[in-house]
């Protein structure tokens, strides 16, 4: 069994993991980042990406961490395949284990693990993906600009889409399977005087509708969750809005976390309830939710660490001239 040491321990290949990776080498902290099963994480399953800065054209999700992680090697960070299964922040160094057995060791440990949305489990949602069903308005609300589209929730997150893709589109329909909505009662007033958000409450998506070809999703097959009655709604875009679970189960019991399970942090710092441990991008953030984003809280997350460090190191050496 190998042991990999480091000054800097980074869990998560997406753009917070490998930020934080650019800084930290050079930095000179030599960090690790272990990718975990999404090498490049979750703009690896999406295809035009069109609001990260620095590019005129649209460029592919994909392509754009291949780049990202190419210029983290290239300044000196070591990519590790694996995924971390078990954690020990008890005492620094601290030292976590892979799936694959590997020990790794790090003064401080970044934690930029990402978060999933909540999907509704259709086999026609799966197949969609990409082609006309989305989770994120704000990264995809732009593609739509003009068309008929809709959003499927009851929480805080589904209005806020709504009302954010009324940017685009003068026809959008929040579809909720209830008869009331979770989201706060001030966001409800906002919908409610938009003119161009229509609601329809006690339905559920059935399927989503693939017009064959290129065409992608073309309508929804939607079940009236109190009578049982199939009704359909012509959409181009259908934005799931349910929520996202953080990838955090590791860390229970070793971090505070708050109710929604994201990892808390000092206000205006990655500083975790644990010092010298840190976390960055949407592991910690339940409201923006970007790429830039992320990448900008890789970048406070390796500057925290930094400063730990060096002061961590002053410490010791005071403590030695004593
Ligand atoms: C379909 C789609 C389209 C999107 N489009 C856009 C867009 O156009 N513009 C935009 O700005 N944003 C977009 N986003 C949002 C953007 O992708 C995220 O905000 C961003 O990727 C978050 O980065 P992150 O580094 O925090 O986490 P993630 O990208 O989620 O990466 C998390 C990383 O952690 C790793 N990991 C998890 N658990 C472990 C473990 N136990 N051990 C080791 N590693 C682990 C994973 O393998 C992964 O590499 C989109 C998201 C999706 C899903």
């Avoid at 990776?21 to 980042?33: D, L, S």
């Avoid at 097959?221 to 189960?249: K, M, N, Q, Y």
């Avoid at 730990?308 to 010791?316: I, M, R, W």
């Amino acid at each position: 069994m190998t042991t990999h040491t480091t000054r800097m321990l980074i869990l998560g290949s997406g753009p917070a993991g490998l930020s934080a990776a650019i800084y930290g080498a050079r930095a000179g902290m030599e960090p690790i980042v272990v990718q975990g099963i999404q090498p490049g994480g979750q703009l690896t399953t999406t295809t035009d990406v069109e609001n990260y800065p620095g590019f005129r054209e649209v460029i592919q999700g994909p392509w754009l961490m291949q780049e990202m992680q190419a210029q983290a090697e290239h300044v000196g960070t070591r990519m590790m395949w694996d995924t971390i299964v078990e954690v020990d922040l008890t005492r620094r160094p601290f030292r976590l284990i892979g799936d694959s057995g590997e020990i790794y060791v790090g003064d401080v440990l970044v934690i930029a693990t990402g978060a999933q949305a909540k999907w509704l489990g259709l086999d026609s949602e799966e197949a969609l993906k990409g082609k006309g069903v989305s989770a994120c308005a704000t990264c995809d609300g732009f593609f739509y600009r003009g068309k008929k589209v809709a959003v499927i929730g009851g929480g805080n997150t589904a209005v806020e889409e709504a009302l954010y893709l009324t940017n685009h589109s003068p026809d959008v329909t929040l579809i909720h399977r209830r008869d009331s909505f979770r989201a706060e009662k001030i966001l409800q007033q906002r919908l409610f005087a938009n003119e161009r958000i229509k609601v329809l409450w006690n339905k559920e998506v059935e399927t989503f509708v693939d017009g064959g070809g290129i065409a992608g999703l073309v309508a929804l097959e939607l079940r009236d969750t109190v009578t049982g009655e199939l009704s359909r709604l012509d959409v181009e875009g259908g934005f799931v809005a349910i929520g996202h679970h953080p990838a955090t189960e590791l860390f229970r019991g070793h971090l505070e976390l708050d109710a929604d399970h994201y990892i808390k942090v000092e206000t205006g710092t990655t500083r975790t309830s644990v010092p010298g441990v840190f976390a960055c991008g949407d592991v910690m953030d339940k409201v923006y939710r970007q790429a830039v984003t992320a990448a900008g809280t890789g970048c406070m997350a390796a500057l925290d660490a930094e400063r730990f460090l060096a002061e961590a190191d002053f410490e010791k050496v005071a403590e030695a001239a004593e």
